[in-house]
């Protein structure tokens, strides 16, 4: 039986394996993932169609892969385990001399797994940003004690790093490559402008607080500020349509739709999955599609559903402390919206100096379809609605 690539989008011809989840000889079970494959939008496991197992593996970790492509041929399990015996006898009829292994060679480094090490060894590598498999074990079995880390730590010149290795050269994944290529294009196509503006978070901080534990008892999920932000961007981009529209060839596509894309960071770069029909969700129903897209976004099963059809984008790099930032737009879209972190700063409130929670806004816009005037009332709109959020939780 052959192991194919499975059709993942209209759009998608060509696949990357990343990773084999299983070597050949290895039984699995119906439906086991076998193999991690990447595209440039996502990251897919490839499950098996029956019990059996791996027989030869056709495109190895790396290569790239053609949509209905052959990645491995498949056994079942019974003849792979005659063909383990008979490589067992085979062994026995032509017994092969044995290296001869000195002292030498057993105090060598070892590599490493590093779900080997005890808790305590562990802990004072990651503490140390250390590498287990550059650490030398004193011990026959070759596994490392709290005295080897130590040993390692206290002699400079073990930790100092050959200039061999001192540059690392790693092919661009799918993924990256897309981001490279989208973020120069929408810098290369779209005139792109960034306004700013401050908020103060005073309002929507104590309906949290007051709020947050009936939420969490309703929805199961907490009430973040992202739901607060989602809902202003909404109501602002029916207020300003052209922020909501795109330019398609000669053409400007007024769209009367809300579909807001949230920039997820994950290991493998930047996601951005969209919430459908934003305008028809309750403050709730945000908040649960928020956690459930971050979550596929994190563990690598977002579907191509999940990252198209977007209008809008809202990008948070307040959660990796950021202050004040200009993102750049998401093609074909026409604008994004950065939130930063908030920070308490002396502010003038009716002509006395108070401390708020404030936070920078950055708007950055496609000035080919937007102007300057609709950028600042967008952004105006945005801030007035959070500094205000009655408006948006009785909408008006």
């Known amino acids: ?24 000889g290895d039984s699995f079970e119906a439906d086991e993932p076998l193999v991690e494959i990447e595209t440039d939008k996502i990251t897919v496991e490839v499950p098996a169609p029956s019990a059996g197992s791996i027989s030869e593996i056709k495109v190895e970790e790396g290569a790239d892969v053609n949509i209905g ?14 063909s383990a015996s008979a490589k067992k006898v085979q062994t026995k009829e032509t017994p092969k001399e044995q290296p001869k292994v000195d002292k030498e060679v057993a105090s060598s480094p070892v590599n490493l797994d590093k779900t080997k090490l005890s808790p305590s060894v562990q802990k004072l590598v990651d503490e140390n940003n250390l590498s287990a498999e550059k650490i030398s074990s004193s011990r026959s079995d070759g596994r490392l004690t709290k005295e080897d880390v130590i040993n390692f730590i206290n002699n400079p010149s073990a930790k100092q790093t050959p200039s061999k290795e001192r540059e690392e050269v790693v092919k661009m994944s799918k993924i990256r490559k897309t981001i490279a290529k989208r973020l120069k294009e929408s810098q290369n196509t779209a005139a792109i402008l ?24 309703r929805y199961g999920v907490k009430l973040g500020f992202m739901s607060f932000f989602v809902k202003a961007v909404v ?41 459908k029909d934003a305008d028809a969700m309750t403050f709730g129903d945000i908040e649960q ?31 990796y402390g950021s202050m004040l930032s200009t993102p750049i737009i998401n093609r074909p879209q026409s604008g994004i919206l950065g939130m930063h972190n908030i920070q308490k700063r002396a502010v003038v409130v009716d002509d006395e100096v108070v401390i708020r929670p404030m936070m920078y806004l ?35």
């Open 194 to 217: 960034t306004t700013f503006n401050e908020v103060d978070m005073s309002e929507i901080i104590k309906v949290r607080e007051s709020k947050k534990e009936d939420f969490m008892e």
């Open 1 to 24: 039986m052959e192991l194919i690539v499975p059709t993942l989008g209209e759009s998608i011809t060509e696949a990357t394996v990343s990773k084999w989840l299983k070597k050949v």
């Open 235 to 275: 109501t602002s981009l029916q207020e300003f349509p052209a922020v909501n529209a795109e330019i398609r060839d000669e053409n400007i596509i007024y769209k009367n739709h809300f579909d807001i894309g949230i920039a997820v960071g994950t290991e493998k770069g930047l996601v951005v999955p969209v919430l």
């Open 289 to 319: 599609n928020i956690v459930e897209l971050s979550t596929k976004a994190k563990e690598g099963s977002l579907t191509m559903d999940d990252l198209t059809g977007g209008t809008f984008t809202i990008s948070n790099g307040g959660v």
């Open 362 to 396: 950055a708007f950055s816009y496609d000035h080919r379809i937007i102007d300057g005037k609709e950028s600042v009332g967008f952004l105006v709109s945005i801030k007035s609605l959070l500094e205000n959020p009655s408006k948006l939780i009785l909408g008006v």
């Open 69 to 82: 492509g052959v990645l491995a041929l498949l056994g079942d399990k019974k003849s792979t385990n005659g």
